[in-house]
């Protein structure tokens, strides 16, 4: 078996969209990304759709938070990025970009849950006052709105102004997610935001993904398949530093057209 | 002799080792508190010094200690804030920044008499502050950045960085994030830091025998206005503090009952520090509490 | 058309904060640095005059043991030598380091080894809590214990190296203790398991094994003690005596470079060679303090070296 992988570890079958049939939110073209001298991702050019949920799969050590976390320069002090991000026909690793302006626009979940040491409320208001919005009436609303959108805000409701580190993983988590889109992202980056969880507050996160859908581009990383085709629309399977498929979710999981996919997907690796 | 003989006869002697030095470090303590407490009153704490005579306080002197230390802390804790936070989070892992840490290391291990020799030439006589609380404090300042910014910049390190991605991933920029989200949940260290650090200024007496100096002339306490040079609050007025009285007591030897006044005055300034430790301690706590739930 | 797009192409709030923020802090460290500079220009300043200014002989300055600034000496220089108080110095530094290093190791091992429990609920608490005693109350009991009990039992007057080095023994004894124990925990476990396991005893283990991993630390527990010592100047100078001569043996009056400054400085008028050949010994002061500095990052680079072998 091991003899015929090495055969077929240059196959690769990236689909592109028509710009005509599908608006691109976000893409990368010719994306190289280094930890010192060490390549983490070597080919991995993708285009994610809007108001789609995308989602990167692949074996531990693929590359998948690596290129995630280039979309919005979460890296930036962290790897070298070379190549393009285009976003809004502007490159966002040039130096003319506005970074803390883009991340407002392309936000990140990650996968610990990392609420703030602050109650429920500041977690979610804090960022929003610190760009001026000081207004109760106003902070209240978002804080009500984005609570409801991580299905949340009946069971946190009365006690906002508890410390957000008294909450379970589960909620904590929601909680980021809330905070993430009060400030109303455009595309939301999702870094294996349910592995930490139980299958219960996974479902109740899954099932605020779609219903985030219809507002949001959600690119999510997941290291659990049936995650993926439960949610997504679009997969990309990722191993070595390189993406090696990229299909829509049914084709991908029915029939994948690269045999290293196919041997990830069956449980053969990873 | 065997193996077992030598593990018991080695075991004894660590005993004893560990035993005496309890004993002496005990015997410190007791001998200070028993020799000062009886000395402690409501007259000793609040009335003057006297010279020549029996009976005086140290009134003027607990005060100027207290004076100072805010000053100095409060001089101290903006600077030390800053240069830990650039230590921790802008300053890069380079040759520049390893000089940076160690030229701090070497200020912190100067001796404390040499800081107060440089505050003489330069507070006093530079800038002819002359012996006042101005000098003192800036005397303490020296004393204390080194310390107190190694103890800020610990306490930010010990911050998970998740809780800074956190902050940029919502587009907030850096200073940001570090002011209002990991120097709050550092909090608890921070305060536990500057809190020790109260409790060596407080004892220091080296670095402001020549820079507070060491006479405590009469305070008008009915006069709180800064400009008045008889107001407690004057900053250019000489300042002896508890633990510089002390030592002049002791080393000019014209104060009759030198001997008490100066157990008194050790009792006042170890318990002062005791409770300085104490309060670390409980603060820290309290506050890390506070701040994981409510 | 598309407001984002012309929102990422400007200079952002958080850009024009983090600009301001970055300069602030990076401002307040540098205004250390400025410190640690001004301290060594100005005693250095004042120092130096002594040798460029009144021609003062360094060697001479070294080596003389006739301290009267401003006086021709006996040996028809002038009486600028500064020996006595360098020995005073080395004496109760090397003195009360060797006093105190076994008694810190051994309570260090007790605390660690012997029995944590009691370590960790009365021996460190205690030793922390010293550690912030004030030197003057140090100074304060050497005067009142100290001083009486060398006179009574050794005879002269009590005051002397003997005395001071008493004082700094166990000024520095809480320090040196709870650095050692610090190093003794950095032990890994398995270190203790293996030795156990292949049936040394516990004291063969502790000096084989432990003791030995633990050298750097306890080699930079003791350095820092000593630094402590030498540049301690309350405390001692209120029990060494502060006699400028050569000590003869360990009860007679001595001096220290501490003591004679902080009893000088006052005393002399700025720009006199009285008080620049003072600000040569803090200059000495601080040469020592840089020496002990560089020790400890030495011992401190070999151990890492030893550990990554
Ligand atoms: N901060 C880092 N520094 C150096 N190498 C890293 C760092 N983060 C990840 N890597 C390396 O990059 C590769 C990809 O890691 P990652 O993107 O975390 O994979 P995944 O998220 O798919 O598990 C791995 O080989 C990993 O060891
Ligand atoms: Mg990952």
């Given amino acids: ?270 | 002799m065997n193996a077992k003989r030598v593990d018991k006869i080695a075991t004894g002697v660590l005993y004893a080792i560990a035993a005496l030095v309890v004993i002496i470090l005990v015997a410190l303590l007791g001998y200070i508190l028993v020799q000062g407490v009886p000395e402690i009153s409501w007259h000793f704490l609040t009335s003057p010094a006297l010279s020549f005579e029996a009976g005086g306080g140290i009134g003027i002197q607990l005060f100027n200690s207290f004076y100072l230390l805010f000053l100095a802390l409060l001089i101290s804790l903006p600077i030390s804030l800053g240069a830990g936070i650039y230590l921790n989070e802008y300053a890069g892992q380079n040759t520049i920044t390893g000089l940076i840490r160690t030229t701090i290391e070497i200020l912190s291990s100067l001796p404390s008499v040499v800081v107060g020799l440089f505050g003489y030439l330069f507070f006093v006589v530079q800038f002819k502050l002359g012996f006042s609380i101005l000098s003192g404090a800036f005397a303490l300042t020296v004393f204390n950045l080194p310390i107190l910014t190694r103890s800020i910049e610990e306490a930010l390190a010990n911050i998970s960085d998740n809780q800074r991605e956190a902050g940029y991933a919502l587009g907030l920029s850096r200073w940001e994030t570090v002011t209002k989200i990991v120097v709050p949940a550092a909090l608890p260290s921070i305060i536990t830091g500057v809190v020790l650090s109260a409790g060596r200024i407080f004892g220091e007496a080296a670095a402001l025998i020549y820079t507070a100096g060491q006479s405590a002339p009469a305070l008008n306490f009915s006069d709180w206005n800064p400009f008045n040079i008889s107001s407690p609050l004057s900053p250019l007025r000489p300042a002896e503090t508890l633990a510089v009285h002390i030592w002049k007591i002791n080393s000019e030897g014209i104060m009759p009952d030198a001997k008490a006044v100066s157990a008194g005055a050790s009792a006042v300034l170890i318990i002062a520090v005791l409770l300085f430790n104490f309060l670390a301690r409980w603060l820290g706590k309290r506050l890390y509490k506070h701040l994981t739930a409510e | 058309m598309d407001k984002i797009r012309a929102s990422l192409l400007k200079k952002s709030i958080a850009t024009k904060i983090e600009r301001r923020g970055k300069i602030l802090s990076l401002s307040c460290l540098a205004l250390i640095i400025l410190v640690v500079f001004l301290i060594f220009y100005f005693v250095a300043s004042r120092g130096l005059a002594t040798f460029f200014q009144n021609h003062i002989n360094l060697w001479h300055f070294l080596s003389g043991i006739q301290w009267n600034p401003g006086t021709i000496g006996t040996n028809g220089q002038p009486a600028v030598g500064a020996l006595p108080m360098i020995v005073g110095s080395f004496l109760i530094t090397i003195f009360s380091a060797i006093v105190a290093t076994p008694f810190a190791i051994g309570t260090a091992v007790f605390m660690t080894e012997i029995s944590p429990r009691r370590g960790a609920q009365i021996l460190r608490p205690v030793t922390e809590l010293l550690v912030g005693i004030p030197s003057v109350v140090y100074g304060f009991i050497g005067l009142q214990v100290v001083v009486p009990f060398v006179r009574n039992t050794f005879g002269g007057s009590g005051y002397g190296i003997l005395s001071g080095t008493f004082v700094l023994f166990v000024m520095i004894l809480p320090t040196v203790t709870s650095m050692s124990a610090d190093a003794l925990n950095a032990v890994p476990r398995y270190y203790r398991e293996a030795s156990l396991a292949l049936g040394a005893t516990r004291w063969q283990t502790i000096y084989k094994v432990v003791l030995r991993a633990a050298i750097p630390g306890m080699l930079t527990a003791i350095v820092f003690g000593m630094a402590r010592a030498f540049g301690e100047a309350l405390a001692v100078q209120m029990v060494i005596g502060n006699a400028t001569l050569l000590p003869h043996n360990l009860v007679s009056p001595a001096s220290t470079l501490t003591s004679i400054l902080t009893m000088g400085i006052g005393n002399t008028v700025m720009g006199s060679l009285q008080n620049n050949a003072l600000w040569s010994l803090a200059m000495i002061l601080l040469l020592m303090s840089l020496l002990f500095n560089l020790i400890i990052r030495y011992i401190g680079r070999k151990g890492k070296l030893n550990h990554e072998r």
């Fill in chain 1, 1 to 270: 078996m091991a003899d015929n992988k090495t055969m077929t570890t240059d196959q690769r079958n990236i689909m592109t969209f028509d710009p005509q049939a599908h608006e691109i939110a976000l893409s990368t073209e010719d994306l190289h990304v280094f930890y010192g001298n060490s390549e983490a991702i070597s080919e991995g050019d993708l285009q994610f759709e809007r108001y789609k949920i995308t989602a990167l799969i692949g074996p531990s050590g693929s590359g998948k938070s690596t290129y995630l976390r280039s979309l919005n320069r979460m890296n930036d002090r962290i790897a070298t990025v070379k190549g393009k991000i285009m976003y809004r026909g502007l490159d966002i690793n040039s130096n003319d970009i506005d970074v803390y302006e883009m991340r407002r626009h392309i936000g990140m979940v990650f996968q610990r849950p990392n609420p703030f040491a602050k109650s429920i409320y500041e977690n979610i208001a804090f960022a929003l006052r610190q760009r001026g919005m000081n207004k109760k009436a106003d902070l209240d609303e978002i804080v009500e709105r984005s609570l409801r959108q991580a299905a949340m805000w009946d069971q946190v409701k009365d006690d906002l102004n508890k410390s957000a580190l008294a909450l379970s993983g589960g909620q904590q988590q929601r909680l980021c997610i809330a905070r993430a889109i009060a400030i109303k992202p455009d595309i939301l980056l999702l870094d294996e935001p349910a592995s930490a969880l139980d299958p219960v507050s996974t479902s109740q996160i899954e099932d605020t993904l779609l219903e985030l859908k219809q507002n949001y581009t959600i690119i999510i990383v997941t290291h659990n398949m049936q995650q993926a085709s439960r949610i997504s629309d679009y997969t990309a399977f990722f191993n070595l530093g390189k993406a090696l498929e990229y299909a829509e979710t049914g084709d991908i999981f029915t029939n994948p057209k690269v045999d290293l996919t196919n041997d990830y997907i069956s449980g053969n690796f990873g």
